[in-house]
C-alpha cells in the first residue's frame, strides 16, 4: 500500500503563479525526495530533504518538511506551462534498501 | 546514453502469455529496483537488488513474477501465465548509495494484457 497522501490530487493554475503541494506520510523517515513524471514516463528526481532539515531550496523549488506532523510540502514559484506533470513524494520508511514509498502524487496543470 | 534503459517500451500480450522485461541501470550503480505503476497511483515497490542479489521481495511479488540481476549488470522482470491485473507500467531504477539516495528510473514498460 502507498506510504501517504497528498494533497490535492489536481491542481491547475495560471503560469507565473505559484503552486504548492502536500505529502503526508505513516513512518518514520531518514529523508523524504520529491520526483516529477512527465505523462506516460519515468520519474525525474527533484530535491531530497533529510528528517533533519526543515526547508530546502533547488531554483525554483522549495521543500519543507516537518518531521512532528510526518508531512512536506513543495512550493513551485512562477511556475511554466512546462511544469506540468504528476508530482510525487517519496519516502524510504528508514529502510536500509533504499526502496521507495511514494504517495498518490499530485496531477498539476500549468495554463499558458 | 548513459541513463537508465528499459525494453521494450511497450508490450502487448494475451492472457496466460509469459512476458519479460529488461533493465540496463546507470553502469556504476550497484543497486538496482522494480516498480509497478497503474493509471492514477504513484509507483509501488517490487523488489530490489544490490548487486546480484535479490535483497528484498514484496509481497505485491506473486509466485508468478521472477526478477535476476546476472552479474550485477542489466535485470530481468518476467511474469508467468500473466492476468489482466498485471496491465501496469514497470519502472526499473537504479541508485549509488553513496552520497545520496537518490533513483535515476528509466522510462518504464507498459504491459497491456488483453
Known amino acids: 500500500s502507498q506510504q501517504g497522501e497528498e494533497d490535492p490530487q489536481a491542481l491547475s493554475i495560471q503560469e507565473g503563479e505559484n503552486a504548492t503541494m502536500n505529502c503526508s506520510y505513516k513512518?518514520?523517515?531518514?529523508?523524504l525526495q520529491w520526483y516529477r513524471q512527465n505523462s506516460g514516463r519515468g520519474l525525474v528526481h527533484l530535491i531530497l530533504?533529510?528528517?533533519?532539515?526543515r526547508e530546502k531550496h533547488s531554483g525554483r523549488l522549495r521543500v519543507t518538511l516537518d518531521t512532528s506532523k510526518k508531512s512536506s510540502s513543495l512550493l513551485i514559484t512562477a511556475s511554466r506551462a512546462a511544469d506540468t506533470a504528476s508530482y510525487f513524494c517519496?519516502?524510504?520508511?528508514?529502510?536500509?534498501?533504499?526502496?521507495?514509498?511514494f504517495g498518490q502524487g499530485t496531477t498539476l496543470q500549468v495554463k499558458p | 546514453d548513459t541513463g537508465v534503459s528499459q525494453n521494450p517500451r511497450h508490450k502487448i500480450t494475451k492472457r496466460g502469455q509469459n512476458v519479460t522485461f529488461r533493465c540496463d541501470p546507470i553502469?556504476?550503480?550497484?543497486?538496482l529496483y522494480w516498480y509497478r505503476q497503474t493509471l492514477g497511483q504513484g509507483p509501488e515497490f517490487l523488489t530490489y537488488?544490490?548487486?546480484?542479489?535479490?535483497?528484498?521481495k514484496s509481497r505485491l511479488l506473486s509466485d508468478r513474477f521472477s526478477a535476476e540481476r546476472p552479474k550485477g549488470s542489466f535485470s530481468t522482470l518476467e511474469i508467468q501465465r500473466t492476468e489482466q491485473g498485471d496491465s501496469a507500467m514497470y519502472l526499473c531504477?537504479?541508485?549509488?548509495?553513496?552520497?545520496?539516495?537518490?533513483?535515476?528510473f528509466g522510462a518504464g514498460t507498459r504491459l497491456s494484457v488483453l
Open positions: 530533504i533529510r528528517s533533519n532539515e
Open positions: 513512518t518514520s523517515i531518514n529523508n
Open positions: 537488488f544490490q548487486n546480484e542479489a535479490q535483497l528484498e
Open positions: 553502469s556504476e550503480h550497484n543497486r
Open positions: 517519496a519516502t524510504d520508511g528508514r529502510s536500509n534498501t533504499g526502496k521507495l514509498i
Open positions: 531504477a537504479s541508485s549509488f548509495p553513496v552520497p545520496s539516495d537518490i533513483q535515476y
